[in-house]
Every structure is written in C-alpha cells, then in structure tokens.
C-alpha cells in the first residue's frame, strides 16, 4: 500500500532472494531496509517485475519493505 510494508523480515541464513510484483495494477518500490520511500527505492513493475540482487560483497539479512504510491499490489518472493 502507499505506507511502507515489510515484504520479507531480516533472516540472518537468507544466502539469496528473487522478489517478483504479482500485482496489474500497480508498481512497487523495493528497498533492502527497515522503511521503503517512493522517491528512493527499487522500481519492481506491475506485471511481474522482478528483482534479483546481486550480492557479491556481502549477504543483505534485513528486512525487505514495499511501498505504492497509490492502491496496493502483491509481492512475492524465492529465498534460500
């Protein structure tokens, strides 16, 4: 929805994760920390846009939050 929303809570054993917007009507905007911003965050498209960081340096375990700017969608994701 258009506040911020934990997608998926911190895991200390995530080791990688795909997250995909189900939803067709509405963007969402990812971002890998404990709020999400519509002005500074990832852009997963309606649809399903997806996102697969690429953690060469490090393994992010914190949580995952999403935000819309308008309506809801739905999110969804693959970790291991």
Do not use: Q, W
């Not at 067709?24 to 404990?34: E, G, L, P, Q, W």
């Not at 649809?47 to 953690?55: K, L, V, W």
């Amino acid at each position: 929805g258009t506040a911020s929303t934990v997608i998926k809570s911190a895991n200390t054993g995530r080791h990688h994760i795909i997250l995909v917007n189900e939803g067709t009507v509405n963007d969402c905007r990812i971002m890998f920390a404990s709020s999400a911003t519509v002005g500074s965050a990832t852009k997963l498209y309606k649809n399903g846009g997806s996102y697969e960081p690429d953690f060469k340096n490090a393994i992010y375990t914190g949580a995952i939050t999403g935000i819309t700017e308008s309506g809801s969608t739905s999110v969804s994701f693959i970790e291991y």
